[in-house]
């Protein structure tokens, strides 16, 4: 009699049970992901499944704050890599039951709105300075509240389950009050000053720069000497420097106090060509006798180490260059010319003096704005900055002492590096969008104060034009978020948050002034373990960005792929640590895991009704005879999934502990992986066990016993099966959440949605050596025969004979036990087993494992002639590639210029096919 076989689901939104037959729900043929996600996402969102749930043991929070990305952005493939790490972290401790919390939000990321805002207001005809302050604010808070919800709406599509209902914004209403108090005390405490200094100013976005904002790239230029006549006629110096135009600004020429070479030019001054200005010769002990002529040209307003030289020395400062990147009125006869045009004209009015000595070719660091592009000017400008220094001492001890982890260990010298040589901190930009500096000055006295509104109502107080820079808000992000400075439950509950991840590029921009904020303003650190990804780089190693035209669109890729199968491709993709070559290609692999799992799933949810079974409370079978409920399988069953009648299972066959043991060491392997950061070896161990052992083998090996005559041995089976699919799917949720929540709904027995249920615990007991070792070998047996027959070209379902050659006893007991899976699974139909001969029977194929030979007879099997041609067709085309891959490995121009990613890429695939062609070599030689 057939059953209907009843599953339990959910409604989208509901957290209630629903019951209904199998026949409406079949699942389709292959998965479809444009079918579930929006629909699974809103069910998950609307069910509340995303907030902090209280932990039954009572166990501290796991607490996450993501990095902000910008609220004019979209999302990039560091985003997806980024946030799906982040997600499996969260879903996975969601799933042990710990109450977790993954805060969301957004940055207002100063310079980047600033710019669009102005480039949008320039294509409505409207002048974005000409407009005003708030005009030019009320539209660049249009422009957020239009592009907000792409970034996260962006991020549900992606899965992550953050809590949105605790959305946070850097300009948001808290966190201003969080900037402006620490900007006051901060002030107070003498740490935040006003001065005139060499900061990295931006030409194009006409703002001033933190050091970490500077991007160098190298750059192929020209090295000038330069003469400079002697005042009082008796000779000339020279100069070597890059940028000819600043020397309009030269105020000294310096020499090392220690070169006794130019004892002779101690206390006498030069003349600075074009300007007819008088130097004075100075000794100072930055100078590099060797660099150069040993001479330097001093350029306060120019250059930071000569600014700090000039102080010394107490040299004038004389601006050139404006804050346009045009040359000012004290250029003379260069005013208004663009920085570069000036270089060639100050070069060429040289050149006609005969003041050029010889020009070489140098390549140097040139710094570039992050954002712009441009090369950055080292600017003489009054600036806001804050003391770094006092604040570091307690991050550094955080690190020291292992309060703050860095993952990989590695970058804890670089840590260390760059705040054991901390500089002052440039927090103020000249725009208009972001927090403005809370400093009024009165316009009468000139008193200074630090103030969230004016200090007086009459009229004479004016804040400051200024705002702050962007990170000033985001290194307050850990706790500003929870309501700090209110004490508010939140932040008792939540804060210090657990984990940060992150890359290694804002390590100093973001990650160590959380450190220093978190210690100094919230009284404990932000965090206790940092995970510092790899970036994601083209094939060829290279940044990925939209100049270079190389940075794919993720929401295509989630089109065409799903987006599990990116998120999957991506985390086991990405080395630890390390930077991933992404190639679109890989998707495949991700897409094709997914499916993997969808029809195994639909394979054993299909048998199960077939089988007799039916669930409620429990799984019952009709007319279910002798067999037993008892054991390690069913009290598992009973803990995890649901109870079994008596009578339904018989014995677990040889596979069945062995998938069981299996499973148990998968998900300690995942548990141990996650817990260290590993998510790609843990995504591997995850990949290995469904599509390796899970379905080509333990799935393989059952079916004979499923279609078999002994219900109870064929119950037995697909409960197993399905038992493992219902922990494995569980293993699986934070890696592939879609997937894995579409077949949970399909799936008999399965109460509330995955997202919700319990992280798999099988028992230890499931641990079974001594199988795992015999089914080791059996799977290992089979590979070899198929990879034979692969070999010589045999039809899947040609039968074949094999003879086996052993001497130890325990080999050949095995291959008995083994002789019904060799029968279904590699279509071995006669089975010999000798003891070893020195005569290899032939011509035959051969595989050789431990202390074992395979041969497959192929007389009858294979035209002879035929398969020797093939295999020398096919071993010289390998062979040709081999020396093509050697060449280029030789090549001391490869190696040295090529990404190390790219060079490790192509020695692995030298090592692949130096393989492929021993094995091709070697078939030739059984011929």
Not at 500 to 514: E, N
Request: one cysteine or more; charged letters at 25%.
């Amino acid at each position: 009699m057939a059953l209907s076989t009843q599953f339990r689901t959910l409604r989208p939104g509901s957290q209630e049970g629903a019951t209904r037959s199998m026949n409406e729900t079949d699942m389709e043929k292959a998965y479809n992901p444009a079918a579930v996600e929006e629909r699974l996402y809103s069910a998950w969102e609307e069910g509340g499944y995303f907030r902090p749930r209280p932990d039954a043991e009572g166990r501290a929070p796991y607490v996450i704050a993501i990095p902000p990305p910008n609220v004019t952005g979209s999302l990039t493939m560091g985003h997806v890599l980024n946030n799906t790490l982040q997600d499996i972290l969260i879903r996975w401790r969601r799933l042990q039951g710990v109450e977790t919390l993954w805060v969301p939000g957004c940055d207002h990321a100063g310079i980047a709105t600033q710019n669009v805002v102005a480039k949008k207001l320039r294509e409505e005809g409207r002048d974005p300075h000409a407009v005003g302050r708030e005009a030019f604010l009320a539209a660049a808070w249009g422009w957020k509240d239009e592009y907000h919800e792409r970034i996260t709406g962006q991020l549900k599509r992606l899965g992550c389950s953050c809590d949105w209902e605790r959305e946070r914004f850097t300009l948001d209403e808290g966190l201003t009050r969080a900037v402006q108090k620490v900007f006051i005390e901060l002030y107070e405490a003498g740490l935040i000053y006003k001065g005139k200094y060499i900061v990295n100013w931006d030409p194009l976005y006409q703002t001033a720069l933190s050091d970490e904002e500077v991007e160098f790239r190298e750059v192929a230029g020209k090295l000038w000497h330069v003469r400079y006549p002697m005042a009082d006629g008796n000779g000339h110096l020279v100069v070597a420097t890059t940028r000819p135009e600043t020397m309009l600004g030269d105020t000294a020429v310096a020499i090392s106090p220690g070169d006794l070479s130019k004892a002779a030019y101690r206390g006498r001054r030069c003349v600075l060509p074009l300007v007819d200005r008088e130097l004075p010769i100075i000794e100072d002990d930055f100078v590099d006798p060797a660099f150069g002529t040993g001479f330097v040209k001093v350029t306060p307003a120019h250059d930071p180490n000569d600014f700090e030289m000039g102080r010394r020395h107490g040299l004038e400062e004389v601006v050139v260059i404006g804050p346009d990147g045009r040359m000012s009125e004290r250029a003379g006869e260069f005013a208004g010319m663009d920085r570069d045009a000036a270089r060639a004209a100050v070069v060429a009015r040289l050149a006609a003096l005969g003041l050029i000595e010889k020009i070489e070719d140098y390549t140097h660091s040139v710094g570039h704005g992050d954002r712009s592009g441009v090369p950055i000017e080292p600017y003489l400008s009054e600036q806001w900055f804050v003391r770094m220094a006092p604040l570091a001492g307690a991050a550094i001890a955080a690190v020291r002492d292992a309060n703050v982890v860095l993952t990989p260990p590695r970058w804890e010298k670089t840590y260390m590096h760059w705040m054991r040589n901390i500089r002052d901190w440039c927090i103020s930009r000249q725009l208009w969008w972001g927090h403005r500096i809370p400093v009024w000055t009165h316009v009468e006295t000139g008193e200074v104060r630090a103030a969230i509104e004016a200090p007086g109502d009459d009229g004479a107080w004016r804040q400051e034009e200024d705002v702050l820079d962007t990170w000033f808000s985001s290194w307050l992000w850990p706790f500003s978020i929870l309501g700090w400075p209110d004490k508010t439950d939140d932040l008792a509950r939540y804060y210090p948050g657990t984990d940060l991840v992150t890359g290694p590029d804002i390590l100093f921009f973001w990650v160590a002034r959380m450190i220093m904020a978190g210690l100094r303003f919230a009284g404990d650190k932000p965090f206790s373990r940092v995970f510092l990804h790899g970036m994601i780089r083209d094939s060829q190693g290279r940044k990925m960005s939209k100049s270079l035209g190389n940075s794919p669109d993720p929401i295509a890729l989630f089109d065409r792929y799903g987006v599990d199968a990116v998120r999957f491709s991506m985390t086991m993709l990405t080395p630890w640590g390390g930077d991933y070559l992404f190639e679109e290609s890989h998707m495949e692999m991700g897409r094709n895991f997914a499916n993997k799992l969808w029809n195994a799933s639909r394979y054993v949810i299909g048998r199960l009704e077939a089988a007799g079974l039916r669930y409620g409370d429990r799984i019952e079978a009709a007319g279910a005879g002798a067999g037993t409920a008892a054991g390690p399988l069913a009290d598992w069953l009973a803990a995890e999934w649901l109870p079994v009648a008596e009578g339904v299972l018989g014995a677990p066959a040889e596979e069945d502990r062995w998938i069981l043991s299996r499973l148990t060491s998968t998900a300690a392997a995942v548990d141990a992986n996650l817990e260290a950061f590993r998510f790609n070896d843990a995504a591997r161990a995850l990949y290995d066990f469904l599509w390796k052992e899970y379905c080509d083998w333990y799935l393989e090996m059952t079916k004979p016993r499923v279609h078999g005559a002994d219900p109870a041995d064929a119950r037995t089976a697909l409960v197993t099966a399905a038992a493992v699919l219902h922990a494995t799917l569980r293993l699986l949720h934070p890696f592939v959440p879609y997937v894995t929540e579409a077949v949970w709904e399909r799936l008999p027995g399965t109460a509330d949605r995955v997202i919700a249920a319990s992280w798999p615990a099988p028992p230890a007991s499931f641990r079974d050596e001594t199988v795992e070792a015999e089914l080791a070998f059996r799977t290992e047996v089979i590979s070899a025969i198929r990879g034979l027959r692969k070999d010589v070209g045999l039809a899947p379902a040609r039968e074949v004979a094999v003879i086996f050659r052993t001497a130890v006893a325990a080999r050949r007991a095995a291959l008995e036990r083994s002789r019904p899976f060799l029968a279904s699974l590699a279509r071995v139909t006669d089975v010999r087993i000798e003891a070893p001969a020195a005569e290899r029977p032939k011509p035959a194929a051969g595989a050789f494992l431990e202390e074992l030979e395979i041969w497959l007879p192929l007389v009858g099997l294979v035209d002879l002639d035929e398969e020797r041609a093939r295999l020398e067709r096919e071993l010289a085309k390998v062979e040709k590639e081999l020396a093509g891959l050697a060449a280029k490995l030789a090549s001391k121009g490869f190696a040295a210029k090529a990404p190390e990613a790219v060079v490790a890429t192509a020695r692995e695939r030298h090592v692949q096919t130096a393989d492929k062609a021993a094995k091709l070599r070697e078939s030739l030689a059984n011929l």
